[in-house]
């Protein structure tokens, strides 16, 4: 059982909204780095970050997260998080800023909770596959190390503004179309069709008594 499911007084959802306050906090104020602390979370060191502009031609592009959980020999692992922001970054952009930050920070703590072995093996698979094709982006997106960290990550999100997690689940899904968008539409319906019903699917039985 992970952590999250016994903890009474940090469970992994408020130990999320803490860390994305915090971030949110440190971007507001304009630092273009940050490091803290997490004594909140067992296997959580440090997050630290960076904020940097979108540089041309990609001045304009949408604000863009990165996180990712690092496992490192010394016990000291840690997220960390890019925040690519366009140049006109201003407080128009909180809102999306602070939805995605959720997302981003929930999902990292979901792979904090996974055993240092699975995260080294499915770790160092998923990065050798560096998802250069939508069949590639399938197997990583629909891993045992990612599947649960990314609707863990959009259930966290849809509660948080109160939206419906399939709406959550098909704007992403829409996103990593995108990412993709030079490959025939038909061939990435019928590949994005397949990882949405196997989250759909993964979603309803983690928490069957939501309304997804």
Known sequence: MNWYHIASINPAELVAAKITRQVFEQIKAGKEDFLFSTPDIPNVSVV???????????????????????????????????????????????????????????????H??????????????????????????????????????????????????????????????AAWKKIYARYPSEILTEIFDRVRKKLLNYARKRYPKAQL
Do not use: C
């Open 48 to 110: 630290s970050g960076y904020v940097l502009p979108l540089q041309p031609p990609h001045e304009n592009d949408p604000l863009n997260i990165r996180a990712a959980y690092y496992v490192h020999t010394n016990e000291t692992n840690h997220i960390g998080i890019t925040i690519n922001v366009p140049q006109d970054f201003g407080p128009e952009y909180y809102s999306q800023l602070y939805a995605e930050l959720q997302t981003a920070i929930r999902h990292e703590i979901e």
């Open 112 to 173: 904090s909770t996974e055993s240092r072995e699975k995260i080294i093996e499915e770790g160092a698979q998923a990065w050798q596959r560096n998802r250069p094709t939508p069949e590639a982006a399938e197997k990583y997106l629909t891993s045992l190390l990612e599947l649960p960290a990314n609707v863990a990550g959009m259930y966290y999100q849809a509660k948080k503004t109160k939206k419906p997690f399939i709406e959550v689940l098909d704007n992403w899904i």
